[in-house]
Structure formats: C-alpha cells, structure tokens
C-alpha cells in the first residue's frame, strides 16, 4: 500500500469508528446473539491498535498483535478459523483471548476501498466446529459493516 493511502487510512478510520460506534456495539451484539457465541465483537484498525466493540456499548482498543480480532488484518485470508487456540503454539495464543477463557474464533476482515480496516469475529468458550452457514452469516454481518463504513466516506 502506498505511504499516503496508509495515513490516509489511519486517519479515516478512528473518525468512522467514532461516528457508528452504537452501530458497530449493535452488529456484535446480534452476531452473539444469532451465533450463540460467548463473545461477538468489531474491530476497526487505529494504526497499531485495534478498536474493539462488543455488545452493549463496550469498547477497548489493544494493540493489534494482541487482540484475537487482528488475526484477520494480519493473516492472509478470507476468514480465519481457530477450532481450538489451545493448539495452537503458546506464542500465538493471545493473551487477552486466553485470560478470557475463549478457545475458538472465527474472524473476517472489513474491507473500505479494497483495503482490510477492520474484523468480525465471534469467540466461543468451548472447541467449537464452524459450518459453512457460520461463515455465511458472519460475512453477510461483515459485508453490512463494511457498507455503512463506506456511507460515510
């Protein structure tokens, strides 16, 4: 990505993050609700944080490595799917994620111009198999996200 088209970014999203904050906690709190997930949040990228909304309101920002909800800005992939983060090697393994007590993920990227901004993701407590109708529903949730990011541009 160019150099301008990063600042320009890091500048945009942190503004659009704050204008749909309550749309963003809403998005969470169905995709909990429908997925049955112990955790549903969105992530926006704020340069090396990530800017959480979970339901109800609630919001954190972590840094981007941290947070279990970066796995779909920084690996390679249409949606990120972690049966079990047990198996996966300790220094993979967010901390945040595991002081939580979450065991499986299952993230998707937002885009905004063709650029990856931010993620959807729902967590569960338990190993937890996903279906190809998970992955549709969190999408259809992340495709609806990136449109009302991109109404306010």
């Known amino acids: 990505m160019p150099p301008n088209t990063q600042a320009f970014f890091e500048l945009l999203t942190p503004q659009l993050a704050a204008i749909c904050a309550s749309s963003l906690s809403k998005v969470a709190q ?3 609700k429908e997925m049955e997930s112990d955790l549903a949040a969105v992530g926006v990228r704020e340069g090396q944080h990530l800017h959480l909304f979970y339901p109800y309101a609630r919001e954190q920002r972590l840094l981007l490595e941290d947070a279990l909800c970066g796995f779909p800005l920084l690996i390679p ?3 990120i799917i972690i049966q079990d983060l047990q ?3 300790q220094d993979m393994q967010p ?3 595991s002081a939580l007590g ?3 993920y299952l993230g998707v990227p937002l885009y905004l111009l063709n650029q990856r901004v931010g993620s959807l993701s729902v967590a569960y ?3 937890h198999q996903f279906t190809p109708a998970h992955r549709e529903l969190l999408q259809h949730h992340a495709d ?3 449109e009302l990011l991109q109404l306010y541009l």
């Open 30 to 32: 169905q995709c909990q």
């Open 77 to 79: 992939g249409e949606h």
């Open 87 to 89: 198996l996966l090697p």
């Open 95 to 97: 901390d945040f994620a």
């Open 102 to 104: 979450l065991r499986s």
């Open 125 to 127: 407590a338990t190993p």
């Open 144 to 146: 609806w996200v990136s």
